[in-house]
């Protein structure tokens, strides 16, 4: 059975850092892309990045360029959110994905002074 | 970036009855292999998003019959058959034809 749990998140300040985790378990990690998709309180998905299954490519959405890095650690069978520069409006929950098929239960992700 | 157009984005529907959602988007989803990467999901209450169909109209494992879609380069719909009171909550569309990826707005499907 796939079973993927996030953890990391939390309240930070705006400008703050966070790193989100993935542990995954239940498939062969190495042969997905894997993801993290966000959505917001009483809102609709949005996917942030996603990363290739040797980490040699990486996607991001415009509004978290150059603010949030996606790593993986195959031999962990694990994938990372690093976000820095956090603003009030990345407040949501963070899915980890497999394939677009198989999602985490969510960690909350809130930004506010 | 891609834009899905979700229509409605409320849906009463008596038990029962069948349920139609469309899902209109910008740009073309055939993909250069051929493939359209259009899929739905569902997502209830309190609950992380349940991938339904993928590919327009191929069923995961698990989702009953009474969930179909349909369409093909802008213009898709996902039809539920006949309503059960398990089937509410919100139905969303996305594509991985473009990056980045892109979600519809969502259409809340409640037991009228």
């Known amino acids: 059975e796939v079973q993927l749990v996030e953890s990391g998140g939390g309240l930070v300040q705006p400008g703050g850092s966070l790193r989100l985790s993935c542990a995954a378990s239940?498939?062969?990690?190495?042969?997905?892309?894997m993801s993290w998709i966000r959505q917001a309180p009483r809102k609709g998905l949005e996917w942030v990045a996603h990363i290739k299954q040797d980490g040699s490519a990486k996607h991001y959405v415009d509004s978290v360029k150059g603010r949030f890095t996606i790593s993986r650690d195959n031999a962990k069978n694990s994938v990372y959110l690093q976000m820095n520069s956090l603003r009030v409006e990345d407040t949501a929950v963070y899915y980890c994905?497999?394939?677009?098929?198989?999602w985490g239960q969510g960690t909350l992700v809130t930004v506010s002074s | 970036d891609v834009v899905l157009t979700q229509s409605p984005l409320s849906l009463p529907v008596s038990l029962g009855q069948p349920a139609s959602i469309s899902c209109r988007s910008s740009q073309s989803l055939v993909y250069s292999d051929g493939n359209t990467y259009l899929i739905w999901f569902q997502q209830r209450p309190g609950q992380s998003p349940r991938r339904l169909l993928y590919?327009?109209?191929n069923r995961d494992s698990g989702v009953p019959d009474r969930f179909s879609g349909s369409g093909s380069g802008t213009d898709f719909t996902l039809k539920i058959s006949r309503v059960e009171a398990e089937d509410l909550g919100v139905y969303y569309c996305m594509q991985f034809t473009h990056w980045p990826h892109t979600f519809g707005q969502g259409t809340k499907l409640e037991i009228k």
């Open positions: 590919q327009v109209s």
């Open positions: 994905v497999k394939d677009a098929r198989d």
């Open positions: 239940g498939f062969t990690f190495s042969d997905y892309w």
